[in-house]
């Protein structure tokens, strides 16, 4: 796992961000070596998921994008984990999920209230691990999912991903603020081991 550490400007759309641009690219670019997929055609293109999506489009791409928050135009207009059950159907498949979600609860809480939602008890004790479960189900294997948050824990091993690189963003000229850290998972094939503790 490589691990890199950068000091930049991080703001409310970390996309916009150019190290995450590259970093972005780095990975489409790894999605359509393996799938030989480096002339695309509009059959061919790659799929991304992003159930926080804001006004965030990435060109050359089909994305399903998700805000709750309907001033953004997005495909959809759902609670996250409403839209991770909804795409389980068993026929979406997608080759990378960019999963930037609120970091925190009073983040979460801003963003809820500011719409008018109350915030569940439920949501408090795991904001999006539904969504996660969800998701996890329609990446494909050897996909990738771009995590972002004050900490590393993505997706985890337990839905069947390994760490492939994490981003520290520290942010520039605010040295009492949190970094961002960027964490790239890869779908795994799952072996019999996997479903056993160790004794």
């Given amino acids: 796992m490589k691990i890199n550490h950068i000091i930049t400007n991080v703001t409310s759309c970390p996309f916009s961000n150019r190290h995450v641009q590259l970093l972005f690219e780095k990975y489409i670019h790894k999605i359509c070596e393996q799938d030989n997929r480096t002339g695309l055609n509009l059959d061919q293109k790659v799929r991304i998921v992003d159930p926080f999506a804001r006004e965030y489009r990435q060109r050359g791409c089909v994305t399903i994008s998700n805000d709750l928050n309907p001033i953004f135009d997005t495909t959809f207009n759902m609670e996250a984990n409403d839209f991770g059950e909804y795409l389980n159907d068993g026929k979406t498949q997608c080759d990378l999920i960019l999963f930037d979600p609120p970091y925190t609860l009073r983040m979460l809480k801003e963003h809820y209230d500011g719409i008018g939602k109350d915030l569940k008890l439920w949501q408090t004790n795991n904001m999006w691990g539904r969504c996660k479960d969800n998701l996890a189900h329609i990446i494909r294997i050897g996909g990738y999912v771009i995590s972002f948050g004050y900490h590393s824990h993505g997706f985890g091993k337990h839905r069947g991903f390994e760490k492939r690189e994490i981003l520290i963003m520290e942010q520039g000229g605010s040295p009492d603020r949190y970094d961002v850290l960027v964490t ?11 479903f056993f503790e160790d004794e």
């Fill in 184 to 194: 790239v998972e890869q779908k795994m094939q799952l072996g019999l081991s996997d």
